[in-house]
């Protein structure tokens, strides 16, 4: 509709469109929830060809949004997306007529179809439930749980990285806090870490030792260390350093590999220890004075070749 709201002729059709018991009924019914013709048809017990009659008018007249899902066309209507006068008349309508019974009838049945709706759902799942896990994979990949718990950080945390290696975790970080620091020695992986994250300008990159970060005391939420302890002579070190850099309250990661006896394994990689044990983890969270430590092994991923990892998180004491 090119004209706007303030000209009396559209006000006049919207008083028109209103005047109709039936198009109130849909626009009651769409007000609360997104429907589809058949779906309205069952509510307002009318054949489809008057419904979609309806429907048209109060398209044509930018009282509903439609989109399409497969072969079905819903609609819904959004109150924030109606011209200000028109929104004022819709309202006042609907709260005039809410003591209307036909509309509680309407509701009545309403929740009967979204009751059915559901069971539908319900049995859908309860078929696809053994194989879930790799319909939703082949679907959607496997980085959107991934996303989604990243999403939970709170939004105004600065967290280090110690031992950033080539960046991967850093970028991932970076959309979803304030502030991401990369700390790594080697001026390689640095370069590496550089180009992964260049389209974040709330990164910072610094070369330095883990066992004496360039960071404040007290100046992150949260440190990670991940794949970082085997390659070190003195991880507990490392571990104080993490603590002396979080805040009060702030909280270590740590992923690394859980106790192997794989030598060729450790000596292929260049890693300094075999791994720690979950007790053994524990132990240098307490001594670098983190509290309330839990430390896990990890399930193996199917694909994994190396030894299985160990997860660690522990808190600086507030």
């Known amino acids: 509709m090119n004209r706007t709201d303030t000209q009396p ?46 429907l048209k008018v109060l398209a044509d007249e930018s009282w509903l949004i439609s989109r399409r899902q497969a072969t079905t066309n819903l609609y819904r209507m959004v109150l ?20 209307w019974a036909t509309l509680a009838q309407d509701e009545v049945r309403l929740a009967a179809r979204l009751a059915e709706r559901a069971g ?6 309860d078929d696809a439930a053994s194989g879930w896990d790799k319909t939703r994979s082949e679907l959607y990949g496997d980085t959107f749980g991934h996303e989604a718990l990243l999403g939970l950080l709170p939004s105004d945390w600065t967290v280090a990285d110690f031992g ?11 959309p979803n806090v304030q ?5 790594d020695n080697s001026p390689a992986m640095l370069e590496a870490a550089a180009t992964q994250t260049q389209g974040f300008d709330n ?15 007290a100046s992150c939420d949260a440190v990670l260390c991940v794949l970082v302890l085997t390659y070190l002579d003195d991880p507990a070190a490392v571990l104080a350093e ?16 859980m106790l192997h006896d794989r030598d060729d394994f450790r000596r292929s990689l260049g890693q300094r220890s075999m791994g720690f044990t979950p007790e053994s983890l524990g132990r240098f969270f307490a001594d670098a004075g983190l509290t309330h430590a839990n430390c896990r092994s ?8 190396g030894p299985t990892l160990l997860l660690g998180t522990a808190e600086r004491p507030r």
């Not at 539908?120 to 799942?125: C, H």
């Not at 080539?166 to 991932?172: E, I, N, Q, S």
């Not at 910072?204 to 883990?210: C, I, N, P």
Request: hydrophobic content about 45%; charged content about 25%.
């Open 179 to 183: 502030r991401v620091v990369g700390i």
């Open 9 to 54: 002729d559209a006000m006049l059709r919207w008083l028109a469109t209103l005047a109709d018991a039936t198009r109130v009924r849909l626009l009651r019914l769409l007000d609360r929830q997104e429907l589809g013709v058949s779906d309205l048809c069952g509510v307002v017990q009318m054949p489809q060809s008057t419904v979609s009659r309806h």
């Open 242 to 257: 993490m603590a002396r850099v979080l805040k009060p309250g702030g909280k270590a990661v740590v992923v690394d590999l």
């Open 203 to 217: 990164v910072e990159l610094k070369q330095g030792q883990l066992t004496a970060a360039p960071l404040d005391d």
């Open 298 to 305: 990890l399930k193996p991923a199917p694909e994994a070749k």
């Open 120 to 125: 539908d759902t319900a049995a859908f799942f």
């Open 164 to 174: 950033c290696g080539t960046g991967t975790l850093a970028a991932d970080l970076a």
């Open 80 to 99: 924030d997306e109606l011209a200000p006068a028109q929104r004022d008349l819709w309202v006042l309508t609907r709260d005039r007529m809410a003591d």
